[in-house]
T-cell receptor, first 115, second 115 residues
């Protein structure tokens, strides 16, 4: 079975500081990996995804994530936080094999950006 | 940008009542999904739907749940006899092709409160 662990349910950073949101996954087959963001009262928006190829993936709003197979990690980073980045972030995993379309989500990390 | 639209945004229902959650997926999308998020918990997969039939469902999706695409535009989730534990945010999603490669587009969700 696949699973995702997001370390830290709440992360607080200062505006302009590095954002690092941690995600570790477990999968019996090569995974597809995703980061979604949820702003208040909105749906889940895809930030970025890793399917195949380059392990450093760039997404929207200046975010990027690196797939590290040896560490089973897919941490999300942004060099400089903006106030508008305050939201909840979800890491998710899916199978590349077996025909399953479902996403398995982590519990989410709420990011607070302080002025 | 095309959106997945969910109505209502918030629904309160009495325990034992039937409830129908409605979704209008993006018009050229072929794959449809329901997920739910109980307050403070993970976003969980419920069901996927393609070519007018369920392609995958989770163990949560028991006999009290059903999905339908009645008119080629709407995609509905019906809960026949609601329980207190069905209180959650329900997200609809759609994708153009197999969601894993293309990525899903999620709606803003319907918050269901069972009293």
């Amino acid at each position: 079975a696949q699973s995702v662990t997001q370390l830290g349910s709440h992360v607080s950073v200062s505006e302009g500081a590095l954002v690092l949101l941690r995600c570790n996954y477990s999968s019996s087959v090569p995974p597809y990996l995703f980061w979604y963001v949820q702003y208040p009262n909105q749906g889940l928006q895809l930030l970025l995804k890793y399917t195949t190829g380059a392990t450093l993936v760039k997404g929207i709003n200046g975010f990027e994530a690196e797939f590290k197979k040896s560490e089973t990690s897919f941490h999300l980073t942004k060099p400089s936080a903006h106030m508008s980045d305050a939201a909840e972030y979800f890491c998710a995993v899916s199978k590349t094999q077996g025909g399953s379309e479902k996403l398995v989500f982590g519990k989410g990390t709420k990011l607070t950006v302080n002025p | 940008e095309p959106e997945v639209t969910q109505t209502p945004s918030h629904q309160v229902t009495q325990m034992g009542q039937e409830v129908i959650l409605r979704c209008v997926p993006i018009s050229n999308h072929l794959y449809f999904y329901w997920y739910r998020q109980i307050l403070g918990q993970k976003v969980e997969f419920l069901v996927s739907f393609y070519n007018n039939e369920i392609s995958e469902k989770s163990e949560i999706f028991d006999d009290q749940f059903s999905v339908e695409r009645p008119d080629g535009s709407n995609f509905t989730l019906k809960i026949r006899s609601t329980k207190l534990e069905d209180s959650a945010m329900y997200f609809c999603a759609s994708s153009e092709g197999t969601g894993i490669i293309h990525g899903y587009t999620f709606g803003s969700g319907t918050r269901l409160t069972v009293v």
